[in-house]
């Protein structure tokens, strides 16, 4: 029979073996963490900024891009370019932005906010006259926008598509007689709602907005020289911390298969 001694003996050293093993448990975890830790602080974050024109297909593209770089974290916003502009100006954290608008990068490059030698042309888009599918005023051209109880597009103070529909309107000479008539969306995916749910009886979308509804159909395309050329750019925002995987996204953007995406939806190359 071992006697007291011997087991307080036994016990206490059963007791510095669980201490030493806890000990390096708590070691190893807590190295585990650093690692850990390091790798999260290792990973890159983007966030972009693109006109809303460009949600279906930068949808499809960045869940490709996204697997062939998973070491960065690529979060996007969409809007009317003009808006993204004020909020570039007034200090989002956005590291890329695409615009359906050269004015809109053109005033961010005079005021220093992008980086000049990453922006770069990407794609050209066409505007056009849409009307629901049930409608009834039976519309043959944008004459006939009088006819109209309602017409729906972007306003022009922060939204390309409607910037250039008051273009054509002007040049038109049809302007005095349908701005009473208009109602102004915060962006293209906006007017098309409003038409393809009966809220407008006509509207003026991009071509490629006009094709992701069965609701709407086109009626006519804008006459050519009746408005500015639709060129989508892209830009690196002078303030990111991220220059490098800006770019990176942006030759992902401009490249051959990326490019056969944006074409699948209906914008059109650069000439």
Same mark, same amino acid.
């Given at each position: 029979?071992?006697?007291?001694?011997?087991?307080?003996?036994?016990?206490?050293?059963?007791?510095?073996?669980?201490?030493?093993?806890?000990?390096?448990?708590?070691?190893?975890?807590?190295?585990?963490?650093?690692?850990?830790?390091?790798?999260?602080?290792? %990973?890159?974050?983007?966030?972009?900024?693109?006109?809303?024109?460009?949600?279906?297909?930068?949808?499809?593209?960045?869940?490709?891009?996204?697997?062939?770089?998973?070491?960065?974290?690529?979060?996007?916003?969409?809007?009317?370019?003009?808006?993204?502009?004020?909020?570039?100006?007034?200090?989002?954290?956005?590291?890329?932005?695409?615009?359906?608008?050269?004015?809109?990068?053109?005033?961010?490059?005079?005021?220093?906010?992008?980086?000049?030698?990453?922006?770069?042309?990407?794609?050209?888009?066409?505007?056009?006259?849409?009307?629901?599918?049930?409608?009834?005023?039976?519309? %043959?051209?944008?004459?006939?926008?009088?006819?109209?109880?309602?017409?729906?597009?972007?306003?022009?103070?922060?939204?390309?598509?409607?910037?250039?529909?008051?273009?054509?309107?002007?040049?038109?000479?049809?302007?005095?007689?349908?701005?009473?008539?208009?109602?102004?969306?915060?962006?293209?995916?906006?007017?098309?709602?409003?038409?393809? $749910?009966?809220?407008?009886?006509?509207?003026?979308?991009? $071509?490629?907005?006009? $094709?992701?509804?069965?609701?709407?159909?086109?009626?006519?395309?804008?006459?050519?020289?009746?408005? $500015?050329?639709?060129?989508?750019?892209?830009?690196?925002?002078?303030?990111?911390?991220?220059?490098?995987?800006?770019?990176?996204?942006?030759?992902?953007?401009?490249?051959?298969?990326?490019?056969?995406?944006?074409?699948?939806?209906?914008?059109?190359?650069?000439?």
């Amino acid at each position: 029979m071992k006697s007291i001694g011997m087991l307080h003996k036994e016990d206490r050293k059963r007791i510095g073996t669980r201490r030493i093993i806890e000990s390096i448990v708590l070691l190893l975890l807590l190295l585990f963490g650093i690692i850990w830790s390091q790798g999260r602080e290792k %990973q890159k974050e983007l966030l972009i900024a693109a006109a809303a024109s460009m949600k279906p297909a930068m949808e499809e593209l960045l869940e490709d891009y996204r697997k062939q770089h998973p070491e960065i974290k690529i979060q996007i916003t969409y809007g009317g370019s003009g808006t993204l502009e004020q909020q570039i100006r007034q200090g989002a954290p956005i590291d890329l932005f695409l615009s359906a608008s050269v004015d809109n990068m053109d005033s961010l490059g005079e005021d220093d906010l992008i980086i000049d030698k990453t922006r770069v042309d990407l794609l050209q888009n066409q505007l056009v006259l849409i009307e629901s599918i049930n409608n009834t005023i039976n519309l %043959q051209g944008f004459n006939d926008l009088v006819k109209a109880s309602r017409i729906a597009m972007g306003d022009p103070r922060s939204v390309p598509a409607g910037k250039y529909a008051y273009e054509v309107c002007q040049s038109l000479g049809l302007w005095e007689d349908v701005e009473k008539l208009v109602v102004y969306g915060k962006d293209v995916t906006e007017v098309l709602t409003w038409v393809a $749910s009966g809220n407008a009886d006509v509207g003026m979308v991009y $071509s490629t907005e006009a $094709s992701l509804s069965d609701q709407v159909r086109i009626v006519t395309q804008a006459p050519e020289g009746s408005h $500015s050329r639709i060129i989508y750019c892209a830009a690196v925002v002078k303030e990111t911390s991220d220059e490098r995987e800006g770019m990176e996204l942006i030759n992902y953007l401009i490249s051959p298969g990326a490019q056969e995406v944006f074409f699948k939806y209906g914008f059109l190359p650069i000439e």
